[in-house]
């Protein structure tokens, strides 16, 4: 049973690998476009933020952040952005369960939208208007002559890569990862592993190595497959041998205070718990949007070393918000 749950949070990792390297690849491309926008409108700037902080993982979070520190958004907007974000748990809700992690995600950024909005009403911003630098070294590049270039003179991590992918498509097409039969979700996996492996053979040498090696493979992989196989390997006893499902579902207030209180923790695996609960049917939708609303995975990090009172006050904010909403649908019956 073990190596069922360990070859299980292996999957699960892969294919959170696979979206991080395109994510990461189309933050990086698209960096710069925002900023003739976010001065012509308050509303610009809570659309934008709340779709950065939709984005699966804490780049778009980060992005908010650093826009907020040039004075190009306001304390709302960075709020909406937090709201709508979870972090990298999003790539766990979009793996075990797709259609409940995109409706999530819309009624997060809608919440996020409308409290950013209200808040804002009581906290005037004033902007320093700064443009930021678009440093086009960034540039990702993509030219199909790199690929001969480039394998001809592999350097260890692309090649790692590049493996990596091998053993993945392998995985795939012989049925021993994801679905045993061909539907949509195997088709899916298939073809973001297509698109990652185009992308690993075309980046420049930079890229490869400062955004997707030493962010990706080395900073968020192995945390995130310990704590996706720590989490299920812990639901697994306590589901089979404790009978914690019963408890869970004659405390749904002392539950929900839990949610938002782990909630405020600055980091995506704590809350990685919450959605294998939900997946596994342990909680409900109101446990899992509350969560979801107060935490933001890695994305209120910087704000700690931008402003400590920001950071708080957001947090308070959410908490707030995430208690209400999920207390008010736990009275539905």
Known sequence: MIWKVFSQALMITGFIFLMMVIIDVVNTQTRGVWQKYLMKSRWNQYLLAGVFGAIPGCLGSFTVVGLYSHGLLSFGA????MIATSGDAAFLMFTLIPGTALLLTGILLVIGLLTGKAVDLFFRFKSGAKQLPIHREECVCFKRENIRR???NLTLQRGTLIFLLALVLAGILSG???????NWVRITFLGVSLVALLIILTVSEHFLEEH????VVKKHIPQMFLWIFGTLLALYFLTEYLRVEEWIRSNPLLILLMAVLIGLIPDSGPHLIFVTLFAQGAV???????NSIVQDGHGMLPMLAESRKTFVAIKGVNLIVGFAVGGLLLLVP
């Open 78 to 81: 960075v709020l909406a952005c």
């Open 212 to 215: 997707l090696w030493n962010h």
């Open 284 to 290: 409900g939708f109101p446990i899992l949007l509350a």
């Open 176 to 182: 021993r990862i994801g679905p045993e039969s061909w």
């Open 150 to 152: 480039q394998l001809q």
